[in-house]
């Protein structure tokens, strides 16, 4: 498997402009988180989903955040309007978990690096 | 919910030495406490785990160690080279079926030659 990938590695993009991030979970994980990392805050989970429903988005910062997952294949982030302190490092990890089996390892994709101007 | 706390933000030794870095939690139920290694302009990537069944787990020069009662846990670097310079994260969860990680802050290591 190639492992969790994402799209793009890099944007940059102006302020008011609506972003996309995409990510493509392992084959047969269905689990699927979003993080945001930035120096100040490191790494922040967004959203979670199971089984392509989302289970926890308190940490979406706002509404201008919104994740969705039509398949189990395929994940969206998008910004709208993106602004300046949008800017940070998103990254998208899969699991697969089962009710009453032990966690197991996350894994994380390469990341996208959004500037926001 | 859960807070977890590292210590150092920064760690700089030699080549050869032991590097310790060290994690607190705050949920008592978390029972899943994994360890990421983060390399420049990469996604954090797993190097070792621990459960809360066990005090203590170790993979040829990486070990982590873990007490409950305290509520803390620690990755213990031995032997360090150039190339485990990066970025360390814990984390801890519970042991449910919708069960996410809480990471901490991160350490940067530097190990120099």
């Known amino acids: 498997d190639a492992g969790v990938i994402q799209s793009p590695r890099h944007e940059v993009t102006e302020m008011g402009q609506e972003v996309t991030l995409r990510c493509k979970p392992i084959?047969?994980?269905?689990?699927l988180f979003w993080y945001r990392q930035t120096m100040m805050r490191g790494l922040e989970l967004l959203i979670y989903f199971n089984n392509n429903v989302p289970i926890d988005d308190s940490g979406m910062p706002e509404d201008r955040f919104s994740a969705k997952m039509p398949n189990a294949s395929f994940s969206t982030l998008k910004i709208q309007p993106s602004e300046p302190r949008d800017s940070a490092v998103y990254f998208c990890?899969?699991?697969?978990?089962?009710?009453?089996?032990?966690?197991?390892?996350?894994?994380f994709g390469q990341g996208t690096r959004l500037t926001v101007v | 919910g859960e807070n977890v706390e590292q210590h150092p933000s920064t760690l700089s030794v030699q080549e050869g030495d032991s590097a310790v870095i060290k994690c607190t939690y705050s949920?008592?139920?978390?029972?899943?406490f994994p360890w990421y290694k983060q390399e420049l302009g990469k996604g954090p990537q797993l190097i070792i785990d621990i459960r809360s069944n066990v005090g203590e787990k170790k993979d040829q020069r990486i070990a982590v160690t873990l007490n409950k009662t305290a509520k803390h846990f620690s990755l213990h670097i031995t032997e360090t080279q150039p190339e485990d310079s990066a970025v360390y994260f814990c984390?801890?969860?519970?042991?449910?079926?919708?069960?996410?990680?809480?990471f901490g802050k991160g350490t940067m290591l530097l190990v120099s030659p």
């Open positions: 949920d008592s139920a978390s029972n899943y």
């Open positions: 984390a801890a969860s519970r042991n449910s079926g919708y069960s996410t990680l809480t």
């Open positions: 084959s047969g994980h269905n689990s």
């Open positions: 990890a899969s699991l697969k978990v089962s009710r009453g089996q032990r966690n197991t390892e996350a894994f």
